[in-house]
């Protein structure tokens, strides 16, 4: 083969190369990005992928070429030319790859460094994860001691979460921030988040975590910072006084039980829509049947559903709280019969 070709050959792999990799990198196939977490993995990615596109399409091309150009003509069985090592090839193809390899391993070190690195002063926010809801409590800030089962930040601020688990293991995730962390019974995980879009994004349980998994979802909104100073003042100051819908929405039952009140419409435990005949069938006053069927799910069990279904970690509500929930679901029972 005549050099001329060949330089003509390389040519034509390194433009489809290039042309394969624009595609690639030119078109935006990844979701929106709403931190500085998820822009520097998004960056490792496309670092990546791109390195692994060119390489790929460059091999291809050439493999390919000379399949087509220099097969054997029907009938000739001769063997071919003899041909020996080439020393200048094997060190650009032995150096090329290892110089790749070792810029990706830098850059990933580098980026998994900066993205567990919260600072000096971070909004520090304790995420509880329980069959089937998330609830966020803020540490310090403008909202320190408020709890919410949205997740509200503070735009271009970082942001530690401290995750935990009340009872199996869960998984934070929420795409546009672009990392996932479990909440492991016993343990605390944590994740920095740095907010650099408003907006709101979904909140979701990525660990299978029981019947009401694909139902474990919330919000997170992020706001420009004085926004948030102000829905942080307004919940320490009107939030005291728990309300029995509130309760029941924050706590996630709706994603497991029926209540037409609450506009509920889950079916994975019993409908409590039907508490006051449950209570008769249980042979209880219905105050009594709600509290007990909420602290301890195991003592009456409404046939048709197994032992160990409803979580045992609603006895743990502040008084206020529960009393106001089966105020409520007294209430709307009495108004549903
Ligand atoms: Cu919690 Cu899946």
Redesign the pocket.
Known sequence: MRRGSIVQLVLLALVIGGAVTAVALLIPWLPVSASEERDRIDFVFWFTTGIAIFVFTVVATLSVYALIKFRAPPGDDRDGPPTHGHTGLEIFWTTVPAVLVTAIAIVSGIVLTENGNAGHDPLRVQVV?Q??AWSFTYENGPAKGVASPILYLPIDRKVKLEILSKD?I??FWVPEFGQKQD?VPGGVNHLVITPNKTGTFPVI??????L??AL?RSRSVVMQPGAFEKWARTQKGGGATASGKSVFTDQGCGSCHTLAAAGAKGTIGPDLDKLSQEAQKAGKPLDEFVKESIVNPNAYLEPGYPKGLMPQTFGQLPKAQLDALVEYLVKSAKGAK
């Open positions: 994860a069959q089937f199996v869960h998984s909440a349980c990525t660990e299978l975590c029981g009401g998994h474990m």
